[in-house]
């Protein structure tokens, strides 16, 4: 067994780009600004699986320099991710995401970027909203912040 843990941090976008957030687009908030589509928790997945196989990290593999990825759909970068871990020969157990973030609020959406993690992952995954009470950038609603953590077997 392995386990790999990842972050993401994105500042929300001064233009008018979608929130996409574990591959569902939230209507009337803030994009996040981004090379991608700035999934944050796309991104936090797939850098705690690339750890856990050994692999690098999401910037070696998807790096923000290359045009080919922008605008890219995160939950497409996790799917590559996913294939990487099990070419590794490893198996997704379990992931688990804490998303903080001020707004939007996590627990509407949470069914949805469940089913779309699982969908792309092929394991269980859990995810939740935490906040960070008003304290430092996210707080202050400047971004959205996001941990992940992985565990794989042989």
Do not use: Y
């Amino acid at each position: 067994m392995r386990v790999g843990q990842g972050f993401d941090i994105h500042r929300f976008a001064d233009d008018d780009r979608p929130l996409v957030l574990g591959g569902v687009r939230i209507a009337g908030e803030r994009g996040l600004h981004g090379h991608s589509d700035a999934d944050a928790v796309a991104h936090a997945v797939s850098d705690a699986l690339l750890g856990a196989a050994g692999l690098g990290d999401i910037g070696q593999h998807f790096p923000d320099t290359d045009p080919q990825w922008k605008g890219a759909d995160s939950m497409m970068i996790l799917r590559e991710v996913v294939s990487k871990v099990h070419a590794a020969g490893w198996m997704v157990a379990n992931v688990d995401v804490n998303v903080i973030c001020e707004r939007p609020k996590i627990a509407p959406h949470r069914t949805q970027m469940e089913q779309n993690l699982v969908d792309a992952v092929g394991a269980p995954v859990s995810v939740k909203g935490r906040r960070a009470e008003g304290l430092g950038s996210i707080g202050r609603v400047e971004g959205i912040a996001c941990m992940a953590v992985a565990l794989l077997m042989s």
